[in-house]
């Protein structure tokens, strides 16, 4: 009964969605008030019985009711209770249901926080995020129907795929569906403005929160995919630049473009049109990435197989989505006149080129991902698009963004003077070539690109605590009176420092682990000892071990460093029964500078085992800086400036201006500067 209800709920969410998206659009052009009224309902309704939909397939999940078909499909009553829930999502049908469940929460989120917004610009905005629950509301319940009986109901499911059976997986999809998703509101935003033809800083302002709490989640997302990735497939990496992987990432790279341009339409009123595309752009490679993982047009670890019928489901919706939204884009635009203008030596002109580099890298990825795809269906013809080119065309690419990460937040708007400058950064440039001498002294591999990858780094690093030095100076010259000002700056401030600081972090991660790595790979019978790193591994061998729902074969090999046992180690190989299916659990000993990484493979016909010892110098610094950026997408978020609808508290305007069009001593920074 419960899982009828559920169904009933998703149509009855359906109907809800189609008044959504068609009766506030025409109360904002009649200017209707009990029509817009009726949007604002509407969302908080569908997001009510989507919840309630979401709410019976997990009932089913949890209490084992073999008698819906997902269940069987995707469950085992011996699983844990963590992957029973996490097995909602961890299949297309629930996915999807997810998905919706998370466009509706946005929805209602807009009707219910949006109060101060325009009543036509709301009522628009609202029944676009309709518009986009009514095709995939309709997609689930026409092709995916996630209450599907299965009669006679069989003694027990066939469990989840065992990939899907980790911590990581669990909590990966709903942070990046969080992310995939929230980029809708932008999206709707764009599209709202366009009917109304009207973009300026006070769109923006409603524009960044909803961007930026969908870039947080994103982050979290792709690092948790990422973490998953590196522990659970036990292959010793993090990225791979799976197709899946750019499917996730370039809604990401065009979010973060997106966040920095619409600082510009604040501010300066400048690059109206381009942010619009920025947000349409973001949405569609988000609605890629579904189609991408969803169609069948690859295989992935990452990917649902689904027959292509769905894809071509989606692949309409994408088209009009996208081609409509461009159609209203090439349409609308031309009206929407330049703001302000500014020097190119300026904070517009680093947030411009900003913008460019992100964009330039954004496509760079969708031409290796898509080419491929394209030249298999165009000719027949397999190509492989790998890590060397992106590697190659991606990170030369990043160098430039990363040399103004540093410098932009530091440029007075309008104008900013180059020698001042870089008198401020004076310090930031002796602490970048001392650590690009210290890298090339103590390198052994590679030392030219590990001095120039960790100098980016600290350059960063030394930027960002460059600038909060500049910002807490106070006429008073004393301690006490900059440590005042320092704390009391506002929370947006704090969060793009910490945000920029947690790139860096992650930069100089990335560089030295791939350039420092090092492994070794061999047949190994207990008692037998190798050398990394400077410590010494034994293995000792293997013994068996019983977990809830798979058979683990489980080895112990030792750490040593010098005649001291410093660690022992544990990987497992799992088999699953129910799926056939074995699995590898990586052993790692994290520190704060190095990882020691170990897996164990087959035995051979010898009795011995294959063991893969890897040790991946800063690979913590790449979780570590990724969390440090979330909390500075957080910490924005909280600052009141920055929330949809909050007005802007008038402060006492302080005459004059430093060297390069900085804030003068004891001047409060406007949010975001």
């Given amino acids: 009964m419960i899982v009828e209800f559920g169904h009933f709920a998703l149509i009855l969410a359906l109907v809800v969605a189609i008044g959504q998206s068609v009766l506030p659009m025409v109360g904002a052009a009649r200017r209707d008030v009990r029509l817009a009224a009726f949007g604002r309902q509407a969302a908080h309704a569908q997001f009510a019985l989507l919840g309630l939909s979401f709410a019976a397939l997990t009932y089913a999940f949890v209490t084992s009711d073999f008698s819906v078909a997902l269940v069987v499909s995707n469950s085992h009553s011996l699983k844990p209770m963590l992957y029973k829930i996490s097995g909602v999502w961890g299949n297309h049908e629930g996915s999807m249901l997810l998905w919706v469940l998370i466009l509706a929460a946005f929805g209602?989120?807009?009707?219910?926080?949006?109060?101060?917004?325009?009543?036509?610009?709301?009522?628009?905005?609202?029944?676009?995020?309709?518009?986009?629950?009514?095709?995939?509301?309709?997609?689930?319940?026409?092709?995916?129907?996630?209450?599907?009986?299965?009669?006679?109901?069989?003694?027990?499911?066939?469990?989840?795929?065992?990939?899907?059976?980790?911590?990581?997986?669990?909590?990966?999809p709903p942070f990046l569906y969080l992310g995939y998703v929230g980029l809708s509101v932008a999206f709707s935003f764009a599209v709202a403005a366009l009917i109304e033809g009207k973009v300026d800083a006070a769109w923006a302002r409603w524009v960044r929160p909803w961007t930026l709490a969908a870039w947080s989640s994103l982050t979290l997302g792709i690092a948790l995919g990422s973490w998953w990735a590196y522990y659970e497939l036990g292959w010793g990496g993090w990225w791979f630049w799976d197709?899946?992987?750019?499917?996730?990432?370039?809604?990401?790279?065009?979010?973060?473009?997106?966040?920095?341009?619409?600082?510009?339409?604040?501010?300066?009123?400048?690059?109206?049109?381009?942010?619009?595309?920025?947000?349409?752009?973001?949405?569609?490679?988000?609605?890629?990435?579904?189609?991408?993982?969803?169609?069948?047009?690859?295989?992935?670890?990452?990917?649902?197989?689904?027959?292509?019928?769905?894809?071509?489901?989606?692949?309409?919706?994408?088209?009009i989505a996208v081609g409509g939204s461009l159609a209203l884009y090439a349409w609308r635009a031309p009206d929407l006149q330049p703001g302000g203008l500014f020097r190119p030596i300026s904070r517009e002109g680093g947030l411009l080129i900003n913008n460019l580099f992100l964009a330039v890298a954004c496509a760079t990825v969708l031409l290796g991902t898509l080419y491929p795809l394209i030249a298999e269906a165009v000719a027949d013809e397999k190509i492989s698009v790998g890590p060397p080119f992106f590697n190659a065309t991606f990170i030369p690419l990043m160098i430039p963004l990363i040399?103004?990460?540093?410098?932009?937040?530091?440029?007075?708007?309008?104008?900013?003077?180059?020698?001042?400058l870089l008198h401020r950064l004076r310090a930031a440039l002796v602490a970048t070539a001392a650590a690009a001498l210290v890298v090339l002294f103590v390198a052994e591999t590679d030392a030219i690109a590990a001095a120039l990858g960790v100098a980016a780094g600290v350059w960063v690093l030394a930027g960002v605590t460059t600038d909060l030095v500049h910002r807490c100076r106070s006429r008073e010259g004393t301690l006490g009176a900059g440590l005042n000002r320092l704390f009391n700056l506002p929370r947006s401030v704090w969060g793009t420092a910490l945000g920029h600081a947690g790139v860096a972090i992650v930069v100089m991660g990335i560089t030295v682990d791939s350039l420092m790595s090092t492994d070794i790979i061999a047949a190994a019978e207990p008692?037998?000892?190798?050398?990394?790193?400077?410590?010494?591994?034994?293995?000792?061998?293997?013994?068996?071990?019983?977990?809830?729902?798979?058979?683990?074969?489980?080895?112990?090999?030792?750490?040593y460093k010098g005649d001291e046992k410093i660690a022992e180690l544990d990987p497992e190989r799992r088999f699953y029964p129910v799926q056939g299916m074995t699995t590898t659990e990586a052993a790692i000993r994290s520190t704060v500078f190095e990882d020691l990484y170990v897996v164990i493979?087959?035995?051979?016909?010898?009795?011995?085992?294959?063991?893969?010892?890897?040790?991946?110098?800063?690979?913590?610094?790449?979780?570590?800086?990724?969390?440090?950026?979330?909390?500075?997408?957080?910490?924005s978020l909280s600052d009141r400036r920055l929330r949809v609808g909050?007005?802007?508290?008038?402060?006492?305007?302080?005459?004059?201006?430093?060297?390069?069009?900085?804030?003068?001593?004891?001047a409060q920074p406007e949010a975001g500067d």
Avoid at 404 to 413: H, K, N
Avoid at 537 to 554: A, D, F, I
Avoid at 658 to 664: C, D, L, N
């Fill in 646 to 666: 909050a007005p802007i508290r008038s402060k006492k305007a302080t005459t004059g201006k430093t060297e390069g069009g900085a804030p003068p001593a004891g």
């Fill in 403 to 420: 040399i103004l990460m540093a410098a932009g937040p530091m440029m007075g708007w309008k104008r900013a003077g180059i020698s001042g």
């Fill in 243 to 319: 197709p899946v992987e750019n499917a996730s990432f370039m809604p990401w790279l065009a979010a973060t473009a997106l966040l920095h341009s619409a600082i510009v339409v604040e501010k300066r009123d400048a690059l109206k049109s381009w942010t619009v595309l920025l947000a349409i752009i973001a949405f569609s490679l988000s609605l890629m990435g579904t189609f991408i993982v969803r169609s069948g047009v690859l295989t992935s670890v990452h990917a649902f197989a689904v027959d292509p019928e769905r894809g071509v489901f989606i692949l309409i919706l994408l088209g």
């Fill in 108 to 172: 209602s989120a807009v009707a219910a926080f949006g109060r101060n917004l325009p009543e036509s610009l709301k009522s628009r905005v609202i029944g676009v995020q309709g518009m986009i629950g009514v095709g995939f509301l309709l997609f689930i319940v026409l092709t995916s129907n996630p209450f599907e009986r299965m009669l006679p109901a069989p003694l027990d499911g066939r469990d989840l795929n065992p990939l899907l059976q980790d911590p990581g997986l669990a909590f990966h």
């Fill in 527 to 559: 008692g037998d000892r190798f050398e990394l790193a400077g410590r010494t591994l034994v293995y000792e061998g293997v013994e068996p071990k019983m977990g809830p729902n798979y058979m683990s074969e489980r080895g112990v090999i030792s750490v």
């Fill in 601 to 635: 493979g087959e035995q051979d016909e010898q009795g011995r085992r294959t063991v893969r010892l890897h040790h991946n110098p800063l690979v913590p610094w790449l979780w570590f800086g990724t969390i440090i950026m979330v909390l500075g997408g957080v910490l």
